[in-house]
């Protein structure tokens, strides 16, 4: 029992201790309050997993409740594709109700708090509102209208909602704190003039409630026991308890509010106003583009919700914020994946192979295991014949020392098949390979149980019969954003930083039992990696996207580039210690072709801010960086560059202090930003130092000159 407890995360032990404490199990109800302005997105499906997954614990109704009080941002459709997610990730709703169900009631709530001195109506200006509100250090002032008489405020009040005032000509607010240390109790507003046309009540209302005033009185309606919000409502908490103050009825359940850790992926935005941006400026193709981070673009990939699921459950419920590497929602895919999609040979980049020796016109079909992990997967028959389609990088006419593939003179196993070995290339004018001669060992076929079907050789290799192959199409998918995190730089848009290579469409072949694949099917094409057919997939064509990798590329390359960037620290120290001129040339030019090879923003932009300090190999790093990598002088914090050049201009090396003085000469700043260290080149050129090269005062020249 002890162990179990343990288990608990924080939320499931308020309830445990509410139930402790008196609280009736079957008054316990939970609700997941999406606004529908937009498609779910993946930090939506932790929110689903945890409400609809406390429901299924303790047995209790969850409602599935769409916040609809903004009519000029929702749409019928998105309830729609809501609705489809939910089900689609496995969970059953009690009841679908919508906040503007309660509109009547919620209304009439508000002239009740009217009639109590509790609201008034103001009319004032949103800017004047908001400076008379205050700052966080400052107390608000009562407004001008704060003090209307109630009749006065009723009258406006009907007025606004019979539509006979202008948007923006007046407001309701609640009547709480204008001293308040919380922004919040600032008299905040409950309604808003919108002659907006809403999707559900037409255009019988005029008036619409906000968010903070609906939700928790949308709670109490429902007799919602616990409304589980993420973090940036905990501000909200006392202004929810505020208004559920002015109506709470001691013989109903009062909802209370808690608050959990929203999940938040690198390489991903998560913001609905910047995924419908993506989507309004066509840089996706929808809201279900496979590399949308939506429920819907995520099932369009061919992720599987039972892997959703285990991620959500994997990275758990806290208080706490931090970042999710996408990759282990990957991993939690893959792990899905493996155990359920059929094997299947694809060839995505083709190049022919003749076996000279295979009889033409014959056909055999052989055998092959559907997948490895699931013995009731069975098997299947793959048609084999002389001509068959190979992957190009699958060959080399003359191999390097690791490489375990196809080349001239080597042999290498075709999957379920025989052991051929390459022995000439045909070649078009430009010299690319056109096709491949390999003989083939006619006692070597897999699973035969001859001597030679048991002999070892270094690779095995998928193929396609091209008499029988499959034409597709298939789009092979990658992250959106080549940054781990987008869209937290300061004065840079996350539009910045879109991976150019995220979609590249490309002509396959597969083997022919994929012939009959269905739209949602899911395999993993040999070598290649987990892939779906697409909801474009027609009688007449083919089409699969890459779901993902059989390894995680991303998490390959970005070691790679920390390693590189260690090395080229490594590097820099040799710099001090070589004798010529020459020897530092090489140097310099290997560490500054590393740093334009590395795309990551966030890893360049910790790098130098890292090496900004009094160790001459560090200074002389982050100048390299400045030189050479693929960022704009723009993209360095203005503070961060003033530092470096100032410590590098005052260092003991004079390797530093060139590079710094080259760097201001030559980089794209403009003239005021370079003419804030004149003066500390001044001093170099009046009092140089011992370590003063020929070359560093011909530098320090040319820059006083410019």
């Known amino acids: 029992m002890a162990s179990e407890e343990k288990s608990l995360h924080f939320i499931e032990q308020i309830i445990e201790d509410s139930l402790t404490n008196g609280f009736p199990q079957d008054k316990l109800r939970f609700r997941f309050p999406p606004e529908p302005n937009g498609y779910l997105h993946i930090g939506h499906a932790k929110s689903i997993c945890l409400n609809f997954g406390l429901g299924l614990k303790y047995n209790a109704p969850v409602n599935l409740r769409f916040d609809d009080t903004n009519p000029a941002k929702e749409e019928q459709e998105y309830v729609d594709s809501i609705k489809e997610d939910v089900k689609w ?76 005032f202008p948007e923006g000509s007046h407001v309701l607010r609640a009547k709480i704190d204008m001293a308040s240390t919380n922004m919040l109790m600032r008299d905040p507003l409950m309604y808003r003039i919108l002659h907006r046309h809403h999707h559900r009540t037409g255009n019988d209302w005029n008036i619409y409630p906000m968010y903070d005033y609906a939700h928790g009185e949308s709670d109490y309606v429902e007799q919602i026991s616990h409304s589980i919000c993420t973090l940036e409502f905990v501000m909200h908490r006392e202004l929810y308890d505020w208004f559920l103050d002015q109506i709470y009825d001691e013989n109903q359940v009062r909802p209370h509010q808690y608050e959990f850790a929203r999940l938040n992926l690198n390489y991903t935005v998560m913001s609905k106003r910047k995924l419908l941006q993506l989507v309004q400026e066509n840089i996706v193709s929808g809201w279900d583009d496979p590399r949308m981070p939506t429920i819907s673009g995520l099932r369009r990939r061919g992720y599987t919700a039972s892997a959703i699921r285990k991620f959500c459950e994997v990275i758990g419920v806290a208080k706490r914020e931090n970042i999710i590497d996408v990759s282990l929602l990957d991993f939690c895919l893959r792990e899905d994946l493996n155990k359920t999609a059929p094997r299947v040979m694809a060839v995505l980049d ?53 490489f375990f593939r196809l080349s001239i003179g080597n042999e290498v196993r075709l999957k379920n098949g025989y052991i051929i070995k390459g022995e000439s290339v045909t070649k078009d004018a430009n010299g690319v390979i056109t096709e491949i001669q390999v003989t083939y060992d006619t006692d070597s076929l897999s699973g035969s149980g001859s001597e030679a079907s048991k002999r070892k050789v270094a690779g095995t290799l ?40 995220s979609l590249e469409i490309v002509k396959g072949y597969v083997e022919p039992s994929l012939a009959e694949a269905k739209i949602g099917d ?17 009688d007449s064509k083919l089409v699969f996207n890459k779901t993902v990798g059989l390894k995680d590329a991303w998490e390959e390359k970005g070691k790679k580039d920390e390693n590189s960037i260690n ?87 004079t390797f530093v202090r060139s ?9 794209d700043y403009d003239s005021d930003f370079v003419n804030l260290f004149r003066e500390e080149v001044l001093k170099l050129q009046s009092n140089p130092s011992k370590s003063t090269t020929e070359r560093e005062t011909e530098f320090i020249e040319k820059f006083l000159l410019k």
């Open 462 to 501: 998928h193929w396609v019969s091209i008499a029988h192959a499959v034409e597709a199409e298939v789009r092979l998918y990658d992250r959106l954003f080549i940054d781990e995190a987008p869209d937290s730089h300061k004065e840079k848009s996350f539009l910045d930083f879109m991976n150019t290579s």
């Open 659 to 667: 590079r710094a003085i080259l760097n201001l000469s030559n980089l």
């Open 350 to 402: 083709p190049v022919k192979v003749v076996i000279t020796n295979y009889p033409e016109g014959k056909e055999e079909l052989l055998v092959a295991e559907n997948n490895q992990e699931d013995e009731s997967a069975g098997y299947r028959k793959v048609p084999f014949s002389r001509e068959l389609f190979i992957e190009r990088d699958d060959f080399l006419e003359v191999a390097p020392a690791k």
């Open 522 to 538: 899911h395999f993993q094409f040999q070598r290649l990696g987990y892939f779906v057919v697409d909801k474009d997939t027609t």
């Open 567 to 653: 090395n080229s620290l490594k590097e820099i120290n040799k710099y001090f210690k070589v004798a010529t001129r020459e020897e530092r040339i090489a140097i310099r030019k290997a560490i500054g072709e590393t740093l334009s090879g590395i795309s990551n923003y966030s890893l360049l932009q910790n790098s130098f801010r890292k090496n900004i300090n009094n160790n001459k190999s560090s200074l002389l790093f982050a100048n390299f960086i400045l030189k050479y990598a693929n960022l704009k002088p723009s993209d360095y914090d203005k503070e961060d560059l003033s530092k470096l050049y100032l410590m590098s201009l005052r260092s003991e090396s």
């Open 89 to 164: 990730l496995g969970f059953n709703w009690s009841e679908e109700v919508y906040s503007s169900d309660y509109f009547q009631q919620l209304y009439e709530w508000a002239v009740a708090m009217i009639k109590k001195g509790k609201a008034y109506v103001d009319s004032q200006s949103s800017e004047d509102m908001a400076i008379q509100k205050g700052t966080p250090t400052q107390a608000g002032v009562d407004g001008p209208y704060r003090n209307r008489s109630i009749e006065e405020n009723v009258a406006l009040f009907e007025g606004m909602k019979n539509g006979d």
